[in-house]
């Protein structure tokens, strides 16, 4: 079949299933296009190597269940680094899941707050209440973290603007919510040195999720673009606002550094 006839088939086919539209403008390849073309970001965010945040980058990541839907632990122990950097005293996050995040980050910062749909609501779109129970397992005994409950699309976030050292975006990945988000967490700063981070911002370190990429531009105050970089080795972008050498993104290059991991287990005590 050559290309003519997949055009005519691919009409005939959306003109029978309009629904069918809605996948290939959501798709990756478009949005890909669309961000080269309107923003000159054919390779994403500019490639910033975690050496140039932390010369000597150390970082234990405890708890971490190693389980479905986890922030990757390399993404933790950025989070936990730059809590340490910025010498945080403050942190909000959006999305608790089992709460490893917020509880490695609990473990440097004196004051954190997270954010994550109700247990009904989770519920109500999962029909899982075993998933629901899940959430914030790690995180809910701790004294310094803040569990509010809530959709942050319609959040009423008066009280919180303007109180945050470092914020972290891990909620709904769908463009717009990300987009919305976004807009949310640069009002929530503190101050000029305060830090954004998001998490998906790649599918894995190297793949780019391009609908991401562009909820965050576009959500980003224009000023401010120019210190967006992605983190190398993790699936994190940032919003710093520090300049740094970096570099495009080449993916299935040879790895300049590699990581030494240890493992250990250790039992629930709840």
Not at 36 to 52: C, D, F, K, T
Not at 75 to 88: E, F, G, V
Request: negative net charge; contains cysteine.
């Amino acid at each position: 079949m050559n290309k003519l006839q997949k055009g005519f088939r691919a009409l005939k086919l959306i003109f029978k299933h309009p629904y069918l539209l809605n996948l290939v403008l959501e798709s990756e390849d478009v949005y890909k296009e669309e961000i080269s073309e309107m923003y000159g970001l054919p390779n994403g965010l500019p490639l910033l190597h975690i050496e140039e945040l932390f010369p000597d980058f150390q970082e234990t990541v405890s708890p971490y269940a190693y389980l479905s839907g986890a922030t990757m632990p390399i993404d933790i122990a950025l989070l936990k680094s730059l809590a340490r950097r910025l010498n945080a005293q403050s942190y909000f996050e959006i999305g608790t899941w089992r709460g490893e995040s917020v509880s490695n980050v609990a473990s440097v910062v004196p004051n954190c707050v997270t954010l994550n749909l109700s247990r009904e609501d989770i519920v109500a779109l999962t029909n899982n209440p075993q998933y629901a129970d899940a959430h914030a397992m790690f995180s809910k005994k701790l004294h310094n973290v803040t569990h509010l409950q809530g959709n942050s699309l319609t959040f009423d976030f008066t009280s919180h603007l303007h109180q945050y050292d470092l914020v972290f975006i891990d909620g709904d990945h769908h463009s717009e919510a990300v987009k919305k988000d976004t807009q949310t967490a640069f009002e929530l700063l503190r101050d000029e040195k305060s830090m954004i981070v998001w998490h998906d911002y790649g599918y894995d370190p190297e793949t780019i999720r391009w609908s991401v990429l562009k909820a965050i531009w576009e959500g980003t105050p224009m000023e401010k673009r120019p210190y967006l970089y992605q983190v190398a080795n993790t699936m994190c972008a940032v919003y710093i606002p520090e300049t740094f050498p970096t570099e495009k993104l080449v993916p299935h290059t040879k790895p300049k550094h590699y990581f030494e991991v240890s493992l250990k287990t250790s039992p629930l005590d709840f």
